[in-house]
């Protein structure tokens, strides 16, 4: 009588394998878990995401908290123009998607998540594409902010002639009635804010263009 073959016994070996391919692969673990980049590049882009957010959303807050409470002030101010609005508007959409960005790629990238450096270099080229955008829309905004500062000291002004007795207006006050052309400082504002704004970008594309960072997060995959 034929008997079936059977593959012979192999006891379990709780020892971790050896040889060249599993020391390369421990090592690399290793040095996985001691990188600190993950560390700090998420800790600033979370950091920098929230804030952008909260100053995004005072910004907006305080335009439209005057308009809500200037019915009980004494000085009856003009309401905020419309472009100024509306360029305001632009800004907080674009904050709020790039805080997004920044926020859930810094918390996966502290988790060592591949997703996270995806989220920050989708955030970093967005930013980059939006700088000139944004600028244009900076220097537009300056002739309708200088029209309501105008407004401002105005209303500010018609408000002392009318108090008994009247308070006086200077000559400087009465001068800034009418809106002027956006000075140097002003200009030179917009455009330090829009090189400040590629800053943390640049550095992200450079940080995780490293090859040997790239080997790495396609190893958090696994």
Known sequence: MNQSSQPPFVPFDPTPP???????????????????????????????????LLASCCGMAGIFSMKLFS????????DAPRAMLLGMGVDLVASLVLS??????????????????????????IRIGLA?????????????ATEWQAGIVRATNEWKESQKPPMPVSAEERAGETPGEASIWQRAQVVGGCIIGLIYPTVILIVLAAPRRREEI????S
């Not at 019915?71 to 003009?78: Q, R, S, T, V, Y």
């Not at 988790?111 to 080229?125: D, H, K, T």
């Not at 000139?132 to 309708?144: D, E, K, Q, R």
């Open 71 to 78: 019915g009980a002030m004494p000085i009856k101010f003009p």
């Open 218 to 221: 396609e190893r958090w995959e």
């Open 132 to 144: 000139l955008p944004l600028l244009v829309i900076g220097f537009w905004m300056l002739g309708p």
């Open 18 to 52: 050896t040889g060249p391919g599993a020391s390369a692969s421990a090592a690399q673990g290793n040095n996985d878990s001691n990188s600190s980049w993950p560390g700090w590049i998420g800790g600033i882009s979370i950091g920098i995401g929230g804030l952008t």
């Open 100 to 125: 997004a960005l920044l926020l859930l790629g810094g918390i996966a990238t502290l988790r060592r998540r591949s997703s996270g450096p995806r989220q920050l270099r989708r955030y970093a080229y």
